[in-house]
């Protein structure tokens, strides 16, 4: 069974920046893709970053130029390096991955707080 953890999240101010990990374990399931997602208080979650198993990325439009999906393969783990946040950036972040049985994989979240 997979397990994904995430980790790094915290309280920063306008301006901020924030590295999120997101540690995978438990399963050699080979991963299709690997995703932020994110979900600000009292709304809907939503797509935030994609990194495939071959490594191209994908942002939703508002975090261009300010975030950076990465992953350590060796080590199962995926980063989601956050700069010049915003107070909208302000949510729980998810780490997700799809395996090659398309199934979807889910962490527990972390909170990001960005304080104007």
């Known amino acids: 069974q997979v397990q994904l953890v995430e980790s790094g999240g915290g309280s920063v101010q306008t301006g901020g920046s924030l590295r999120l990990s997101c540690a995978a374990s438990?399963?050699?399931?080979?991963?299709?893709?690997m995703n932020w997602y994110r979900q600000p208080p009292e709304r809907p979650s939503e797509w935030v970053a994609q990194i495939t198993s071959g490594g191209r990325t994908h942002y939703t439009d508002s975090v261009k130029g300010r975030f950076a999906i990465s992953k350590d393969t060796a080590n199962n783990t995926m980063y989601l390096h956050m700069s010049n946040l915003q107070p909208e950036d302000t949510a729980v972040y998810h780490c997700n991955a799809v395996d090659d049985n398309a199934h979807d994989h889910w962490g527990q979240g972390t909170q990001v707080t960005v304080s104007s």
């Open positions: 438990g399963s050699t399931f080979t991963f299709v893709s």
